[in-house]
């Protein structure tokens, strides 16, 4: 079993940044692919980035490719994303979750494990 707990989440100015961090409970999760996704108000929940168990394979949304970086210490247990250059749209709950697999995955249905989300907010 693996729990996942979020924080960093905040309001910040167009343009800013946030690193989010996700930290997991369980040994397993070192073994597992991990990912970030969003939900925007009025909005379905959205693949935001996933990355491999060990951080070396990552994949990115169109929208956030070239401005978040996901990445991870396993020795920690903990997962980031590094936000910059937000845009008003980014706003949303961002959710880490964990997939029971090695290779990162954009398939919500993948993931087994969810965080219970922070709030981004960004203003224009």
């Known amino acids: 079993q693996v729990q996942l707990v979020e924080s960093g989440g905040g309001l910040v100015q167009a343009g800013g940044s946030l690193r989010l961090s996700c930290a997991a409970s369980g040994r397993t999760f070192s073994t597992y692919a991990a990912g970030w996704f969003r939900q925007a108000p009025g909005k379905e929940r959205e693949f935001v980035a996933a990355?491999?168990?060990?951080?070396?394979?990552?994949y990115y949304a169109n929208s956030v490719k070239g401005r978040f970086t996901i990445s991870r210490d396993n020795a920690k247990n903990t997962l980031y994303l590094q936000m910059n250059s937000l845009k008003p749209e980014d706003t949303a709950v961002y959710y880490c979750a964990a997939a029971r697999r090695s290779n990162w995955t954009l398939r919500e249905s993948d993931y087994a494990y969810w965080g219970q989300g922070t709030q981004v907010t960004v203003s224009s």
């Open positions: 990355g491999s168990w060990n951080g070396g394979s990552t």
